[in-house]
């Protein structure tokens, strides 16, 4: 009974997820502005642009680099959903949305959140060792000068 | 990712069952992104007294309008914290603005102006309204400017205003002088005693809605001394917005990135200020917050979550500056003065 009720819930289950494989979310790049970029906002030094470019870029930047397993459901939903609200909270690919005020907060907030480790998060590092921010790198992400940085 | 996408569910999950139940302490690094509002925005030696008062007169004349019947104090009314309250003004012979008039109290404060952010100034933007078809239609500047000369009194005010030019009034220099007077439309609020320190100056109730606030992640767009009017941001970023007719920014920039951006606005006295967003088609506070938490944050926030966030945001309710608003006594009109056109 008991192997049966199993089997039985297996059938479903893989029938469930090759189902999922037909509901995929968005996964769009939007066409890159650079002139609207931090790179070309902010001007940041040469080494906060390649800490950025290597463990933020993927979740706040319209230029993500979607994993293999972003196709795949039901992680594909939660990667997307990850990314959307990644890029809603900051996006370096638009960073001439933001006033000389709100960089300035913008910046703040990197520079605690990188300090604290809560970015990138411990999470995403498994799966992307390049992401972890060394020391130095935090140090120069938390003295970009405001007033270059828009 | 993986991973990351599972401990952010859990988070998001605790997230919102967190949401209405804030502690009433508020943790100082919270604060770090807030500012109060300068007692003035600009100095007054800056601004010139005689430009201010020039500024106030020019603000309540509808005489700046084809049907001279038209102000902006009419869709920017000092005394009701500088908005109409409708969800799009009436303008020339009825015709409804595109737009919700934002409020004109702390607008100088504001990165950019109007809602795409068009004018880059308070001197600029208020230049726009007279000369837009719909709103108050005068048809030229030199319109503008014959109205104003057929009055000496005006003449005199402008020459006072700005005394440096041979032939003072232009129409930049109305412009100018508007935005003068509207640089001292600040409203301090209670929250501007608790950010000096007055702990005092907040309920535990209202400090609990803060917390809330930055829990749901509100505080992503609205931070800063205005909580707002400092960034662009699309509407529907995280789920898409329904109404997709106003395209925002877009039609400044004709850049596909600004598609459906809109300046975020600020939470300074939006008790008060509402209906709500470009449309006006949301008409309580109540159901801004849950609109704007449901497609800007992707959270679904409880009915307590919703009251906790609009108390405290009634403690951004500032006092409105009755003796610098008084309505001054207009400039006599002579029989050179145009007379009003209500026909086309």
Same mark, same amino acid.
């Given at each position: 009974m008991v192997k049966k009720v199993l089997k039985y819930g297996m059938g479903v289950l893989s029938v469930a997820l090759i189902v999922a494989q037909f509901i995929q979310p968005e996964r769009t790049n939007s066409p890159a502005d650079l002139a609207a970029s931090f790179d070309a906002?902010?001007?940041?030094p040469r080494e906060v642009a390649a800490v950025v470019a290597r463990a933020?870029?993927?979740?706040?930047?319209?230029q993500t680099e979607w994993?293999?397993?972003?196709?795949?459901?039901p992680v594909s939903w939660l990667v997307a959903s990850d990314v959307k609200q990644g890029r809603a909270k900051l996006n370096f690919s638009q960073w001439?949305?933001?006033s000389p005020e709100m960089t300035r907060i913008k910046l703040g907030e990197m520079c605690g959140e990188v300090t604290k480790g809560d970015m990138p998060p411990l999470y995403y590092l498994?799966?992307?060792?390049?992401?972890r921010v060394t020391p130095r790198e935090v140090s120069a992400i938390c003295s970009v000068p405001v007033a270059q940085a828009r | 990712m993986f991973m990351g996408t599972v401990a952010c569910l859990f988070a998001l999950l605790l997230g919102c069952a967190r949401s209405g139940s804030e502690s009433a302490t508020i943790d100082a690094a919270k604060l770090k992104a807030y500012a109060p509002l300068p007692? !003035?925005?600009?100095?007054k030696e800056a601004v010139g007294e005689r430009k201010v008062t020039l500024g106030r007169i020019l603000y309540y004349d509808?005489?700046?309008s084809k049907s001279q019947?038209?102000?902006?104090? /009419?869709?920017?009314a000092l005394t009701q914290y500088g908005v109409d309250n409708q969800a799009t003004s009436n303008g020339h012979k009825g015709q409804k603005g595109d737009r919700n008039s934002p409020t004109v109290?702390?607008? /100088?404060?504001?990165? !950019?102006?109007?809602w795409d952010g068009r004018a880059k100034n308070v001197e600029e933007q208020?230049?726009?309204?007279?000369?837009?078809p719909v709103e108050m239609?005068?048809?030229?500047e030199k319109q503008v400017i014959t109205v104003l000369k057929s009055m000496p009194e005006y003449v005199d005010a402008f020459k006072k205003a700005f005394?440096?030019?041979?032939?003072? !009034?232009t129409y930049d220099n109305m412009g100018k002088a508007i935005g003068a007077f509207e640089r001292n439309l600040i409203t301090p609020s209670r929250w501007d005693k608790f950010l000096k320190g007055?702990?005092?100056?907040?309920t535990a109730e209202e400090k609990a809605g803060f917390n809330t606030f930055v829990a749901s992640g509100c505080?992503?767009?609205?931070?800063?001394s205005l909580l707002g009017g400092n960034m662009y941001q699309k509407i529907g970023i995280v789920k898409p917005w329904p109404d997709t007719s106003d395209p925002g920014r877009f039609k400044v920039t004709? /850049?596909?990135?600004?598609?459906?951006?809109?300046? !975020?606005?600020?939470?300074?006295?939006i008790e008060k200020?509402?209906?709500?967003?470009?449309?006006?088609?949301?008409?309580?506070l109540k159901e801004a917050i849950a609109k704007m938490a449901d497609h800007q944050v992707g959270k679904t926030l409880s009915d307590a979550g919703i009251q906790s966030m609009e108390t405290w945001m009634k403690s951004l309710t500032g006092e409105i500056p009755t003796d610098y608003i008084k309505q001054p006594e207009l400039p006599k009109s002579t029989r050179k003065t145009p007379k009003p056109n209500e026909a086309d």
């Open positions: 906002v902010a001007k940041p933020c870029r993927d979740c706040h930047s319209n994993p293999w397993y972003s196709r795949v459901a001439n949305i933001y498994p799966m992307h060792p390049v992401a | 007692e !003035v925005a600009s100095a509808p005489r700046l019947k038209i102000s902006c104090n /009419s869709c920017h109290y702390n607008a /100088s404060l504001h990165f !950019v102006q109007f208020a230049k726009g309204p007279v000369l837009n239609a005068m048809t030229s005394p440096d030019g041979r032939d003072p !009034v007055d702990q005092a100056a907040l505080q992503t767009c609205h931070a800063g004709n /850049s596909e990135g600004d598609r459906f951006m809109f300046k !975020v606005p600020s939470l300074r006295n200020t509402g209906p709500y967003f470009h449309s006006g088609k949301i008409a309580t």
